[in-house]
């Protein structure tokens, strides 16, 4: 078969959107957890809910969050997850 088109490169520049969201959440008082990766973060996540003992958590659930069951992961808790037209959405500036 024949090889598909060249990837296209833009001329524009794109700053490091891991970092602006880290500023972004620290500024309105976040907390940042950086993972390696999902089982790891998802690691972390159980340190917290055993820290804190929440009874209820909400989850804005896109892709991967959407695939986890965090109920049966964390019986203990209410997980409430917010409907794809309620989430939000980040807006830069």
């Known amino acids: 078969?024949?090889?598909g088109p060249t990837p296209w490169k833009s001329r524009r520049a794109f700053p490091d959107l891991t970092e602006r969201f880290i500023q972004a959440l620290?500024?309105?008082g976040g907390e940042v957890y950086l993972a390696e990766g999902l089982e790891?973060?998802?690691v972390r996540v159980g340190s917290l809910l055993a820290e804190l003992?929440?009874?209820q958590v909400v989850v804005d659930g896109g892709s991967p969050l959407d695939q986890?069951?965090?109920q049966a992961r964390w019986p203990e808790v209410i997980?409430?997850?917010v409907p794809a037209a309620q989430?939000?959405?980040p807006t830069w500036h």
């Open 79 to 81: 997980w409430n997850r």
């Open 53 to 55: 003992q929440p009874e």
């Open 40 to 42: 790891s973060a998802l």
């Open 1 to 3: 078969s024949a090889p």
């Open 68 to 70: 986890i069951d965090f």
């Open 87 to 89: 989430r939000w959405r």
């Open 26 to 28: 620290t500024k309105v």
